[in-house]
């Protein structure tokens, strides 16, 4: 019975550990200059599969601090964040599941 239960307590520990929790995307800028803002592309369809994301459930991307940056998702499924990488440096942002930030527009477009 113990040996059981050790065993159905090892299993759980191997599947829940094996389940990714996030994605890590890394900017690398091999210029002298420090880039403020340049966009970044993630393809969402490749993150919710590491995520095992199969229905509407949100995401939030996060920079190095921790802190969210806002992103959009356009119609081809592209996840679209800026990012900021200092000169010949490199910048790590997580993606993962959560409720994303409410974000002011910068900018309006329309569809003719």
């Given at each position: 019975?113990?040996?059981?239960?050790?065993?159905?307590?090892?299993?759980?520990?191997?599947?829940?550990?094996?389940?990714?929790?996030?994605?890590?995307?890394?900017?690398?800028?091999?210029?002298?200059?420090?880039?403020?803002?340049?966009?970044?592309?993630?393809?969402?369809?490749?993150?919710?599969?590491?995520?095992r994301?199969?229905?509407?459930?949100?995401?939030?991307?996060?920079?190095?601090?921790g802190?969210?940056?806002?992103?959009?998702?356009?119609?081809?499924?592209?996840?679209?964040?800026?990012?900021?990488?200092?000169?010949?440096?490199?910048?790590?942002?997580?993606?993962?599941?959560?409720?994303?930030?409410?974000?002011?527009?910068?900018?309006?477009?329309?569809?003719y």
């Amino acid at each position: 019975m113990k040996s059981k239960i050790l065993y159905l307590l090892w299993a759980f520990v191997v599947a829940t550990s094996c389940t990714v929790k996030s994605v890590k995307v890394s900017v690398i800028n091999k210029s002298s200059l420090d880039r403020n803002g340049e966009l970044v592309e993630v393809y969402k369809e490749k993150v919710n599969t590491k995520l095992r994301i199969y229905d509407d459930k949100t995401i939030v991307v996060l920079d190095e601090a921790g802190k969210q940056v806002p992103y959009q998702i356009t119609n081809d499924g592209t996840i679209l964040f800026p990012a900021t990488v200092k000169a010949k440096s490199e910048a790590v942002y997580t993606i993962q599941e959560g409720e994303p930030i409410k974000v002011e527009p910068a900018c309006y477009g329309a569809v003719y």
